[in-house]
DNA sequence: CTATAAATTGCTAACGGTAGCATTTGTTTT
DNA sequence: AAAACAAATGCTACCGTTAGCAATTTATAG
């Protein structure tokens, strides 16, 4: 297209060479109604042929509005982190703003501080916070008072009004573990998440829930303890395997883990989903590249972010109402190749 | 800690409070050694109870400094961009610079201004480039042009002395193939990447020169051209598989199509890799989690983007020699359970 | 053709820092 | 003790926009 702006030139430029003062090309520059056709017109062409762009900094100095915003999360290697920073930029393009990413480590005690700062000192105009992070209702306390704009992403709903339901994982797991029940399975292995996370409770209630409903008692001895962790999945199928009375079905809190069962049922020599049905959790990359396949509860991550994203911005722009409107997306459950009807012959 | 700012407070507030000018307090912010010991420690003691922290903004308007990085990629959903956004997220931390992510569209034309735009209009300190976009050497131009400060990420060296070179994927390619010829296999198929792309030529040939030099001439039926997706992987390896004299070996160009390999040949009944072996490029999630894991190409996706991050930090800092120092990182062949030796018997 | 309202446009004080230059205070040197 | 120099601190003009309020021009009404 035309010339890449000189590095150069302001607001002043335009304005001295249209012949008119900088209240004015601003006025044009923020689309302002009240500025006369023909000026606009002849200042808007000097703005092209100069290649100008507004100072960011200046701008958002002067209306404390830097149309940025951030997104805060943890885990850096969680595949949904993607998915999540996708969403959120498809809508940040939309209405003009820049994401600018900080990662952080939950476990340090100048978490809440570092994400306060990160919000503060760089002017963002708000803040997405993700799970688990979004869990620490102290940072969003913190956040709040600072008077950080933010929004959460969570897998059930929080105390304050200012977050996004991202589903309701709780009943996820139970539609899956139903879903087991009606394939004929009543020995259900469970692999859980680590220790502490809202979705590894979450998950787990969801489906020792189904399971009593269906009468069949969740038994302890199914339930093993990992960490979202391939190495884990592998460890906690072997041990669910060994068990006297192995369970003719498992399902993992999340994907990795589920495909390290796959790996574990298939090195003891058992075939997938003829002697084991697997299930996961996430319907991440690697559950349709996977063979089989897997089936899985696929959130719509990308969707959520999208609409973290929008109340955000309302938020900003002063709409409470709509930023307050709670949404919840419905997890929905993925049958694919790795779990069939048990063989009742 | 102790407690978050209070969202205002700036440095005429410090100032005022410890009876000093703000000039001196600006000197203790930005640790000046022309402050008297008591001074420095009376001023910091109220930016710590006050929660202060400089306004990015105003400061980087009278510094001309924001202490911001772009990152400019397209394709979001290779799997290699969370790699290089991790490690360029760790250099940023260690010198305090924030990083703000920007997908564009390569194929839009406006794909240059937007770029630059993105650059200035944000105060951006610098910007790396990711490829493909990389490739573009209009982009780079312009972005030179406009007084941006840049860095690429490429597979090859390019025109300009601003760049990094990733690795040289030419060999790596040719290192697999070596790899294969050296296992007994003569006939070995390749999946291409798509058309147009710097790494699909560089890759193809890699792999045609090792052939040749391993006297084993390549044979047009046994490329197929491919996308670096999925699907294309099962497609072109059907393709090489119809072929009448098919081959005993497939080395796809990235690990999504040798997934898609791996399936294909699982599909039509071959055991991988006992009936073929089968290669990919990347080391992507997938090869390990895939049975049989694949045997494929790790490049040092991660180690780069710290190099050219700090190459990009050194060159802002004006330190021009560091930047200009050129640095390459050597891909490795990872041998995993995809590929074996021919039976020769 | 005034008077008044409406539409345009201009003037200018912030916004919260930075950094050159000036000034004040403290130390040495002679 | 005065001169000369160094260290510490202060004053202030920007940086590039925004936006309240004033001023000017144009349109509408009486």
Do not use: W
Not at 82 to 93: F, K
Not at 134 to 155: H, P
Not at 242 to 260: K, R
């Amino acid at each position: 297209m035309n010339e890449p702006q000189d590095k150069n030139s302001t607001i002043n430029d335009v304005a001295r060479l249209s012949g008119v003062s900088k209240r004015t090309v601003s006025r044009v520059i923020n689309k302002s109604p009240k500025v006369g056709k023909s000026t606009r017109d002849r200042i808007q062409k000097i703005i092209d042929d100069l290649g100008y762009s507004p100072n960011a900094q200046a701008r958002g100095l002067a209306s404390r509005r830097s149309y940025l915003l951030g997104m805060i999360y943890d885990n850096p290697d969680a595949l949904y982190i993607n998915d999540v920073q996708r969403g959120v930029l498809s809508i940040c393009r939309e209405f003009g703003y820049e994401l600018v990413v900080h990662p952080c480590d939950m476990t340090s005690d100048s978490l809440i501080s570092d994400a306060v700062n990160f919000a503060n000192r760089s002017k963002l105009d708000g803040v997405i916070v993700l799970p688990p992070v979004s869990e620490n209702n102290d940072l969003a306390g913190a956040l709040g008072k600072a008077g950080v704009n933010y929004v959460r992403l969570a897998s059930i709903a929080l105390d304050t009004a200012k977050h996004v339901v991202i589903s309701n994982e709780r009943s996820a797991a139970a539609a899956m573990a139903e879903y087991l029940v009606t394939l004929g399975h009543r020995r259900i292995g469970y692999i859980a998440g680590p220790q502490g996370m809202r979705s590894t409770r979450e998950r787990l209630e969801g489906f020792c829930d189904a399971l009593e409903i269906h009468g069949c008692k969740p038994d302890l001895d199914m339930i093993a303890l990992g960490d979202y962790s391939f190495e884990s999945g592998i460890n906690c199928t072997r041990e669910l395997l060994a068990n006297e009375n192995p369970p003719t079905a498992i399902f993992a809190s999340n994907d990795e883990m589920a495909v390290g069962a796959i790996n574990a049922a298939k090195d003891m020599g058992l075939d997938v989903p003829n002697d084991l049905s697997i299930a996961g959790f996430d319907d991440s990359i690697l559950a349709s590249r996977i063979m089989p396949s897997l089936t899985t509860i696929r959130r719509p991550v990308q969707e959520m972010a999208r609409f973290a994203t929008s109340k955000l911005i309302s938020s900003i722009d002063g709409r409470e109402e709509e930023a307050k409107t709670p949404i919840m997306l419905v997890p929905s459950l993925i049958e694919r190749s790795s779990t069939r009807a048990i063989d009742l012959t």
